[in-house]
């Protein structure tokens, strides 16, 4: 081949290689010069550790998980895809706001309109964070469902009689199911960060959960990403108990004023840790969050005060 | 003629958007993505936090000036499960720092490994249980 069709192919073949160098979330970085410099060695006496300081132990010690206890979806439930499994901060697992058009949702011309006013720290139409209006930069409450949808740590799920409560780790909040029997409330008596929660056992082995009564007036986003949601929103819930030690989470929108039908936001695999295993505080605090802000998150931004 | 090597251009072109990392980040768009630079320096700070934990250091330049650089992880939890803790640094430690650029120019970025005073070096993947 010709001499100037040769290098324009080398350019080519140069620039497709360079994903190589580049590095993934959560994996070893490449050195790119290992030739040069010495391989690192990485610190070898790394244990993991529970919130105690205990080392953490995998619960199943090698055996297969027994078969699922009837009715009873309780336990320390962790990402069973690793912990960057739940962090999701394009969106829900399944539907990322990735640019994407099958992960786009249903939105009606008020969801689109309402999810480009959002500025957020992540995803898809992200921006700096000194620019960014995300409600939940001053530490206000994620609320429901984004907790389902961001930083899914270790969830604490406890049941009696009457109630399941969900302990998520992230932001250190709780919600309370009812499983009395009785209905969603006709007439929401005050809305809620967190909604109002009723559920039903469908059979032995998956609780399917109905919420709503969430707050609107753009207090809370859907998602890490940005998608909106408003006082109309009904979401479902179904806890699925696989086996002993795993747990499957599906959540459905149902929001008439952002979505014009609804949509399945993710089918999230779970699976059981320790009992004894102490879950980490974590929490939003403002003086650190404005803290942060001085030291990094202006000067990243440009946007210190002068 | 021309139009090979407007072919070739677009070509470089796909190649170019196809070598950012899609989900890579955990980060905002402040950073210079894809971008290293490493650094030594002094601990100054090591703030054990959420949102973040952050890591502010000294850095002496060729002429001597000292700059404050800072350089953020990931919260506290999740640089837990990387094995990471409030005690990993001591103020006065000399540390190395690769870390990913801010896009401003300003001394700061995201941590992506360390190198300890014993000559370690701490990076970013989940420890295995």
Known sequence: MRKGHASLIAIFVAMLLSPALTHAQGAQPKQAQASKEQKPVYASDLKLLDGWGRPVVDPLHGEKPGPAPRHDISGTWEPARGPGDGIMSWGPRDMPYDGAPEHDPPYTPLGLQTLKSHKPLEGFIRVTTGTSNDPRNKCDPMGFPRADFYQVRHTQIMQDEHKVVILYEFEKRWRVIWTDGRELPKDIPQSRYYGYSVGKWADDNTLVVETTGMTGDEKLWLDEAGRPQSDQMRVEERFHRVDRNSLELSVTIDDPQMYTKPWLAMKFPMKLQSPDYDVTEMMCIPSEMEQYNQDYGDVASGTEKK | ?129
């Open chain 2, 1 to 129: 003629m021309k139009v090979k090597y407007l072919l070739a251009f677009a070509l470089a072109g796909c190649a170019l958007t196809l070598s950012v990392p899609l989900f890579a980040h955990h980060g905002n768009a402040s950073l210079d993505v894809g971008k290293k630079v490493t650094v030594k320096g002094t601990v100054t700070q090591w703030l054990w936090a959420n949102p973040h934990c952050w890591l502010k250091f000294d850095v002496k330049d060729a002429s001597g000036n000292v700059v404050n650089w800072v350089a953020e992880t990931n919260n506290a939890a999740d640089m837990m499960e990387k094995g990471w803790s409030k005690q990993t640094f001591k103020v006065g430690d000399e540390v190395t720092v690769t870390l990913e650029p801010v896009k401003n120019g300003k001394p700061a970025g995201k941590v992506l490994e360390v190198v300890l005073p014993n000559g370690e070096t701490l990076g970013m993947a989940y420890l295995k249980k």
